[in-house]
């Protein structure tokens, strides 16, 4: 095993190279290419000999072909012409998870466009078929989609789930039992049906936006997404605006303490993440802000700078605190002591903003309890 900065120590006797760069959101809401395209480049600038050039980044439709010109282009202005051929190999990793996923994948896609190509890649990942995962070959343009359309669809059902479990609070149903009622519909199933803040990290944010604008360019809206996208906006305010409601508006001086920066669990990626809206609208409305979180404490000074109280730990943040605020269930957060939150609290508010509480419990030790898509306790 080699590991290298320079491309070209690595491209002698290779037969696949996979390009797996950042492609973030551009200002128009288009993923930016220049890492994927710069790759490309210095690959057509030091192959000597056949590659399978293999995109994995989150690529737009047709970054394949661009790919390919690019390496067409390079070659020609080095004079020669070597064969190769470009595939895509989208990955489908859980950020936090990813080393599981990748070992134990739900399904390896690759969309190729010669019988040389998928013959490599059939062999590279026979490894990973002995214990029945499978492996779908398709063209390319199809498995850029899946890619996008995988993403589109899981953001989907984050952003519907929580625009019922809003309208649960207003009718009086509670959000979780409608959850495991769907839930156990086989066409529906369990997963990613569970209300809360909004969505936000790396993936969905991007890859919607980017699914929009590829669709806007070819002619075509795509409304539910577009949908998707502005329910998910406007969930990212909705604890704000209840904790704004219980105090009638008046947050100023407020010490609002919050659990949890991360966009989920198991990560400090902060991208998008809920917290930072919460965060900015608290600020706004005068209130001061202690914060803990396990993973993102570091990410969060890079992106807040001094204008919130980083606490030491989860407790510290609740000396005096006007409310709690919980935004990303981290396994730390599950169980609460609650004679320490008396103690510690000037009152006894609860927010939870990921529905990991019992609105019973609550109410027995003494605590004000909002959460999403239930009764207020």
């Not at 998707?228 to 010490?255: C, D």
Request: hydrophobic content about 40%; aromatic content about 8%.
């Amino acid at each position: 095993m080699l590991f290298s900065t320079k491309i070209e120590d690595c491209l002698d006797n290779c037969e696949v190279v996979f390009i797996a760069v950042g492609t973030p959101s551009d200002t128009d809401g288009s993923a930016d290419l220049k890492y994927v395209l710069g790759v490309a480049a210095d690959i057509g600038q030091y192959m000597n000999q056949y590659l399978v050039v293999v995109t994995k980044s989150t690529v737009p439709i047709g970054t394949a072909e661009k790919v390919k010109k690019q390496i067409k282009d390079i070659q020609k202005k080095r004079g020669i012409s070597i064969e190769f051929d470009v595939a895509s190999n989208p990955e489908f990793l859980k950020e936090g998870n990813a080393i599981e996923d990748f070992l134990k994948p739900d399904r390896i896609l690759i969309g190729v466009d010669s019988e040389r190509a998928e013959k490599i890649l059939r062999r590279l990942y026979n490894p990973f078929l002995l214990n029945g995962h499978p492996l779908l070959f398709m063209d390319i343009p199809s498995a850029e989609m899946t890619k996008y359309t995988a993403n589109a669809m899981l953001a989907t059902k984050i952003s519907f789930i929580n625009d019922i479990a809003n309208l649960c609070e207003i009718v009086g149903a509670d959000i979780n039992m409608v959850r495991k009622g769907i839930g156990s519909d086989t066409r529906i199933g369990p997963k990613f049906i569970y209300a809360g803040a909004g969505y936000g990290g790396s993936c969905f944010p991007k890859d919607v936006k980017a699914l929009i604008k590829t669709s806007d360019e070819h002619g075509h809206s795509l409304e539910i997404l577009k949908a998707v996208e502005r329910v998910n906006i406007k969930q990212k305010t909705v604890l704000f605006k209840k904790i704004s409601a219980h105090f009638n508006n008046e947050l100023k001086n407020k010490k609002i303490a919050i659990w949890g920066l991360s966009f989920k669990p198991n990560t400090d990626d902060m991208r998008e993440a809920p917290s930072l809206s919460l965060i900015d609208d608290l600020l706004k409305a005068g209130a001061s802000i202690s914060v803990y979180d396990p993973a993102a404490m570091n990410e969060a000074k890079q992106k807040l700078g001094n204008v919130v109280n980083y606490a030491k730990d989860l407790y510290e943040t609740l000396i005096d605190a006007d409310a709690l605020v919980v935004v990303t269930e981290w396994s730390e957060f599950r169980i609460l002591n609650y004679k320490v939150l008396e103690k510690l609290m000037k009152n006894k508010i609860i927010f939870d903003g990921r529905n990991i509480y019992e609105p019973s419990e609550m109410k027995e030790f003494g605590f004000t309890y909002y959460c999403i898509g239930r009764k207020q306790v």
